[in-house]
């Protein structure tokens, strides 16, 4: 852990608030915050105290917490619209859901003459502990947005009114996904928070990632 990197973390959520930008809310000079980001000095109890208030965490967060996990495979953190949409949706339990959900979704598209679908997805959540602890399964939800005009058969379909989201970018989510995919969600509730940001579920999809060689991952906002 370090004070420093946690400060500069919190600067790149912040809009990427430079350091002279943060030396004028504090009213010190830029020289004092490189000190801190260098950790050759730390700041004073009031000064501590107010940048916990400026960037909405505790002294916890920036003095014990290991807050950095945005490396160089994240980039474009951001507040988007999402335009309304419509979408079908399927579901899959197993070992490996996502490939079976996503290519259900693929299969469905190609019967209706579209090679190169707009495929979301999301974790399921309606999976028992029995199926997660002794069958070692887990859920996922994959999800077309559908062109204009599309109608697939015998399918529900869903619709989302525009909506604001937070989201980042990843560049190479596949090589290690089992950390580069939650880092960026950790990544995603930490810009919410300290940018005063609060996570929306209702009439909604709550969070969802693309599908790609890269990806981008979404958590709605109210």
Known sequence: MSFGKNLQFLRH????????????????????????????AQPEMDKAIELCRLFNCTLDNLFRDDMVVCGEDYTNLRVETVPAFR???????????EGD??????????????EHPRVIGWDFPKVSQE???????????????????????????????DHKYAAIHIEKPFEN???TIPNAYKTLMEY????GL????????PC???????????????
């Not at 979408?87 to 859901?97: D, G, R, T």
Request: net charge negative.
């Open 177 to 179: 996904p089992f950390v």
């Open 87 to 97: 979408y079908i949706k399927h579901a899959v339990i197993s070992s490996e859901p």
């Open 13 to 40: 959520l912040r809009g990427n608030m430079t350091q002279e930008d943060l030396a004028e809310k504090m009213n010190i000079s830029r020289q004092t915050v490189s000190k801190w980001e260098l950790d050759t």
């Open 131 to 161: 199926q997660i602890n002794v069958f070692n399964m887990h859920g996922y939800e994959a999800a077309w947005i559908l062109p204009d005009g599309v109608e697939p058969p015998d399918i529900q379909i869903q619709q989302q009114a």
């Open 192 to 195: 919410m928070r300290v940018n």
């Open 198 to 205: 609060e996570h929306e579920e209702k009439d909604v999809i």
């Open 101 to 114: 959900a996503i290519d259900r979704i693929y299969t469905i598209a190609r019967k209706c003459g579209v």
């Open 208 to 222: 969802f990632e693309t599908d790609g060689d890269t990806m981008d991952v979404y958590i709605a906002c109210k």
